[in-house]
């Protein structure tokens, strides 16, 4: 007999005014063709920045020297991972690691963040730069986490991003884990294939039973 493995969908679904990074292009399908007007097929015009909802991070977008999205080895995304609690901690410190062993190469931190921004949140739990070190320590290679970035909203100086510069972690953001249980998972998240480019919206979802 085959095993049953639930697929828990832990992507943000783009809604009509999906709220994006200030500043950000807005995310927008703009109707083309259309049956009811004589067309002989529907379809849309998409517009968005490669940075909306749920979607990966490239080296390139914190980094002039850092690879592109098309040079990221999709095994980064595809593979065992731990969902960890970390609600409560504002930004996420190392401490939310003690007592941990044998950690998955792919981390994904619930701080709390709903399933559906309304508005684009301003204050999130961000992640400490001795956060990401001593994940890097314990052999993680992707942290992933609900809030819409590793930094503040207001920082300039990204020193989260510039922890996964100099560790060579990658980054996933803006997850929905809200009904999701903490534990082992296998991820499977699958960026857009775009070229050349500092990140994508992407689709991911966690396989439990296998």
Aim: proline share 10%.
């Amino acid at each position: 007999m085959t095993p049953q493995v639930a697929i828990h969908d832990v992507s943000r679904a783009l809604t009509p005014g999906h709220p994006n990074w200030p500043g950000d292009a807005p995310f927008s399908v703009t109707p083309a063709a259309r049956i009811a007007s004589g067309d002989s097929v529907n379809t849309g015009v998409l517009s968005t920045s490669t940075h909306t909802g749920t979607h990966v991070d490239a080296p390139w977008h914190y980094s002039e020297s850092g690879i592109r999205l098309d040079e990221v080895p999709l095994s980064v995304y595809i593979g065992p991972c731990l969902v960890l609690d970390a609600r409560g901690h504002n930004p996420v410190g190392p401490e939310v690691l003690d007592g941990l062993k044998d950690l998955p190469e792919r981390l994904l931190l619930y701080t709390g963040e709903p399933g559906h921004w309304q508005s684009f949140p301003e204050h999130f739990a961000a992640l400490s730069p001795a956060f990401v070190r001593r994940a890097a320590g314990l052999g993680v290679r992707l942290i992933g986490t609900d809030a819409p970035s590793v930094d503040p909203l207001t920082s300039k100086t990204l020193d989260g991003h510039a922890a996964f510069r100099e560790t060579g972690l990658y980054i996933l953001e803006g997850l929905n884990l809200s009904a999701v249980t903490p534990g082992p998972y296998q991820l499977v998240c699958l960026p857009l294939p775009l070229s050349g480019v500092d990140g994508a919206p992407a689709r991911a979802v966690l396989l439990e039973g296998r």
